[in-house]
């Protein structure tokens, strides 16, 4: 692993499934963030985590959570899917909070 | 609420002329970040500009910050091809831990 990855690339979920998006960065930075693309609206912030062990609410925080059990990995879940999450989900990190962030290639998720 | 918004939404230019995009915001700032974004793909870093910084530089990238009235330039001289892409400024919202990112500028360079 280089970098930041994210998995899966792209899914197609029915709504009300669960579905967990992953994370994962081999960088040992502090700080990782879910943002949400659509179009016309930019990168929004869903949640975000300083440290391991923490985690904090971004602007659409609704209808996700987060868990940060270690430094590397910072998991998104959706509990139950609705069509208003269709979008592309980028995680990023960053060595400290509001410092350089670093991206990973994005996951496009549609819910019908 | 939108932290960064940039201006103008969408920008055309012939190649080899200078790109320049603008960013406000609402709030102090410890920093300020501009990234781009090729089609389909994750943001890159470009510049990270600090509240006490009014200008930096990167290559052919240069940024400048203005902190009493709370907006940013990004200017792209001598553009290329390969600079066609959408490029977002970021902030820390009230010095916050949370960055928050405007919904960019399309910029299309013009053979």
């Known amino acids: 692993i280089a970098g930041i990855t994210q998995a899966p690339t792209s899914q197609i979920l029915a709504a009300g499934r669960r579905m967990t998006l992953r994370c994962t960065q081999d960088?040992?930075?502090?700080?990782m963030y879910w943002y949400r693309q659509d179009l016309g609206l930019g990168l929004r912030l869903i949640h975000y985590?300083?440290?391991?062990?923490?985690?904090g609410k971004g602007e659409v925080p609704d209808g996700y959570s987060v868990s940060r059990a270690n430094t590397d990995d910072f998991p998104l879940t959706l509990a139950s899917a609705v069509p208003s999450q269709t979008s592309v989900y980028f995680c990023a990190s960053s060595a400290v909070t509001g410092e350089t962030q670093y991206f990973g290639p994005g996951t496009r998720l549609t819910v019908l | 609420s939108q932290q960064g918004e940039e201006d103008p939404q969408a920008l055309s230019i012939q190649e080899g002329e200078n790109a320049t995009m603008n960013c406000s915001y609402k709030t102090s700032i410890n920093n300020l970040q501009w990234y781009r974004q090729n089609s389909g793909r994750g943001l890159v870093h470009l510049i990270l500009i600090r509240s006490n910084e009014r200008e930096k530089h990167s290559g052919r990238l240069r940024v400048t910050l203005d902190t009493s009235k709370k907006s940013s330039s990004l200017l792209i001289t001598a553009s290329r091809a390969a600079d066609t892409a959408s490029y977002f400024c970021a902030t820390d919202e009230n010095r916050d831990d949370k960055i928050i990112f405007g919904k960019g500028t399309r910029l299309h360079i013009l053979p």
């Open positions: 960088m040992r930075h502090n700080a």
């Open positions: 985590s300083n440290t391991a062990g923490t985690t």
